[in-house]
């Protein structure tokens, strides 16, 4: 069985080296971390640890609908104010959207697997809980199937890691829990603004200017600090 680059967000800096290079041949050390057989065993783990914290997650988001912002309105002096939202309404849609779709990622499965189909539900904790359990027991079969595959029509990813990814990212922001981001104050060696940060969880460090956007692993970053400590040294001794 060939082994293949891992799909997951932990290649992104030497897909994106790989990019540069067949764009304008600029050179790199990069190596990528590669799939078990398809995915690495970090990204495996975490897209386990990701699905395992949808339920708390998706309880978190729909709070918001009990204790939601004040309906907000529109309009201008001698107009009708007009409703523009409900309180809540946002974090129903959401929960809604990751409930549906965690119950398609499910009857996907068990279709693959020729497993019976799922059981009929109702109540949206039971529905969010039983589908979360099945989809834990047989990720790793799932992981292996759709090895970052897209939809040939819709062009969407249907790679569970990276749709398991999306949901979490979602519910984090939403309910403000998202990873921080690290400054590194260090100048970016592309561009030399101060503008090299890491979130929490990422395996790279990224430039967040967007005429630059270069990535660094943590060794390339470590060479680039020291490199820049000894320059300083040198010029502050002369």
Same mark, same amino acid.
């Given at each position: 069985m060939?082994?293949t +680059? $891992?799909?997951? +967000? ?5 897909r994106?080296?790989?990019q540069?290079?067949a764009?304008?041949?600029t050179?790199?050390?990069?190596? !990528?971390?590669?799939?078990? +057989?398809?995915h690495c065993q970090?990204c ?8 395992g914290?949808?339920p ?6 729909? $709070?918001e609908?009990?204790?939601?912002t ?8 001698g ?7 409900f !309180?809540?309404q946002?974090?129903r849609?959401l ?9 398609g ?31 834990r027991?047989h990720?790793?079969?799932?992981l ?5 595959e897209?939809?040939p029509?819709t ?19 939403f309910?403000?829990?998202d !990873? ?6 260090v100048p970016? +060696?592309? $561009?030399?603004l #101060?503008t090299?940060f890491?979130a ?14 270069? #990535?660094l692993? !943590? ?6 600090a ?7 040294? #040198?010029?502050?001794?002369?």
């Open positions: 060939s082994v +680059p $891992c799909p997951g +967000p932990c290649n992104n800096a030497w994106k080296a790989e540069q290079l764009a304008d041949g050179e790199h050390h990069l190596t !990528p971390a590669w799939g078990q +057989p398809i970090y495996t783990d975490r897209a386990h640890t990701q699905l914290d949808l708390e997650l998706v309880v978190a988001v729909r $709070c609908a009990v204790y939601g004040a309906t907000k309105l529109t309009g201008t002096i107009r009708t104010a007009t409703t523009q939202s !309180p809540g946002a974090s849609v929960a809604e959207h990751i409930i549906t779709g965690l119950l990622l499910e009857d996907v499965i068990r279709a693959g697997r020729r497993l019976p189909a799922r059981p009929a539900r109702g109540r949206e904790g039971h529905d969010l809980i039983a589908a979360v359990t099945f989809l027991a990720l790793d079969w799932a292996d199937r759709y090895p970052g897209t939809d029509e062009g969407e990813t249907m790679d569970p890691a990276a749709i398991i990814r999306g949901w979490h990212r979602g519910a984090e922001r309910t403000r829990r !990873p921080r981001l690290e400054h590194r104050r970016c +060696p592309r $561009c030399e #101060l090299l890491r929490e969880g990422d395996d790279y460090i990224g430039c967040r200017n967007i005429a630059c956007e270069v #990535l692993t !943590p060794a390339e970053f470590e060479e680039h020291e490199q820049l400590a000894r320059q300083y040294g #040198l010029a502050k001794a002369a």
